[in-house]
């Protein structure tokens, strides 16, 4: 269970396939009950952790204020398994994906390149988002230090959709300025 303080830690543990959980809309003192009921271990980086009510059952306390070295400390402190079930799970919806057997399915969800290039797609069941082996998974493990031997990485439609609006900035402003509410809006998630 993450508070507020932890949230891109969290988005780290369901990238290497962890159950991870936060809620924005709740109070601490009702994210701690939450987390001691389900047996969640509770992160923060908040130092009066002790002082809170109901006390927590099992909790840690992170120093770092980087979100990487706060995964690689949980990583070391929990030898956490970064490799078995990586990419494995929806970042936004904390569920497992479901591998496509059908490759087909994808092919009205996804952009036609994308299509064409990739061989394998998974789908969210909650929210239904695309996965496939993208271009950035390379520097997303480089980042918090996971060890990742394919050329490719996990990208989501919505992601290379983003990119492409980057490419259409370089190539016609014209197409940016219609396009700029859009872009504006996507860039401003984190
Ligand atoms: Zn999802």
Known sequence: MMDHMVIRLGKYLRIIGYDAEWDMGVRTHDLIQRANATGRIFVTRNTH????????????????????????????????DTQTDLFSRCI??????????DKSVAEALVHP?????????????HCGTIFWHGSHVANTCRKLGIKH??????????????????????????????????????????
């Open 49 to 80: 952790l002790a002082e809170q009510y109901p006390p927590v059952r099992d909790g840690i306390i992170l120093s770092e204020t980087d979100p990487a070295l706060q995964f690689r400390t949980l990583v070391e402190k929990f030898g956490l």
């Open 92 to 101: 936004q919806c904390n569920v497992i994906l479901d591998a496509l057997a």
């Open 113 to 125: 390149n994308v299509y064409r290039r990739q061989k394998h797609f998974f789908r969210c069941p």
């Open 149 to 190: 031997d394919e050329e490719a990485d996990w990208q989501s439609d919505h992601e290379a959709m983003v990119e492409q609006l980057r490419l259409y900035q370089i190539k016609d402003k014209r197409i940016l300025a219609a396009m700029g509410r859009i872009q504006r809006h996507r860039s401003e998630k984190p």
